[in-house]
């Protein structure tokens, strides 16, 4: 999930393994647009030529395959049908690895790691025939903790929402923050980390993608 591509193989153990000297680190163009070697060359030459040859579009994809492309990372581990790293933006996810939870538990998934699954659960999303990751999310930008940026984007579908008189005095949280309240941040209990001057590990605190009403029980005080 934190890098580009790495050659794979099985061992005589059957469990893969990685070439070190293959891996690339982070994440880049490649990991979402597909390999790019034939689209630099092609372009190189053509460079009259605007339009995107050898390149994965986005705008081209359908919305399950731009659900795949971010859920190949962002689904919490999976089961593989074939090596890492094979698939590419476009194919189908489930051809290539299987998720290890069942529909009907989606809403209880921890907040680390699967992102997509806890999307899935949201009505949000189930009532929605378009919405995916490229709704709320431009992953061409680097946007963290801009909650009014968020907040903005989730006005676009919810204009005419129903608060209660307590939250409908306060316009600034409504045109500002709906995220802190419909997607809190939540204790992980898959990622705990060791603090200075704390005897128990902690737990890592991350924001739910469970898009719903929460009680004030459920939110981490701040």
Do not use: W
């Not at 193989?9 to 390999?35: A, M, Q, W």
């Not at 081209?60 to 492309?69: C, G, Y």
């Amino acid at each position: 999930c934190h890098s580009t591509y790495a050659q794979s193989r099985i061992d005589e153990n059957g469990l893969t393994t990685f070439k070190k000297s293959s891996i690339v680190y982070g994440i880049d163009c490649e990991r979402c647009h597909g390999p790019a070697a034939k689209h630099v060359a092609f372009h190189d030459a053509s460079p009259e030529i605007k339009e995107a040859k050898y390149i994965s579009s986005f705008s081209a994809l359908t919305r399950q395959q731009r659900l795949d492309a971010c859920a190949v990372c962002h689904s919490g581990f999976r089961d593989h049908i074939r090596e890492p790293f094979a698939f590419q933006t476009g194919d189908t996810l489930d051809q290539f690895s299987s998720a290890r939870y069942s529909l009907d538990s989606i809403s209880t998934l921890d907040v680390h790691g699967n992102q997509y699954g806890l999307l899935l659960s949201s009505k949000c999303f189930q009532q929605s025939a378009q919405m995916d990751c490229s709704s709320c999310h431009d992953v061409h930008q680097d946007e963290a903790g801009k909650l009014k940026v968020f907040s903005q984007r989730c006005i676009t579908c919810h204009q005419d929402v129903e608060h209660s008189k307590k939250v409908i005095a306060s316009q600034k949280m409504i045109s500002n923050n709906c995220i802190d309240c419909h997607m809190p941040m939540m204790q992980s209990s898959a990622i705990t980390l060791d603090v200075n001057n704390r005897d128990k590990k902690v737990a890592d605190e991350l924001r739910t993608h469970r898009i719903a009403i929460y009680s004030s029980a459920e939110k981490i005080k701040k």
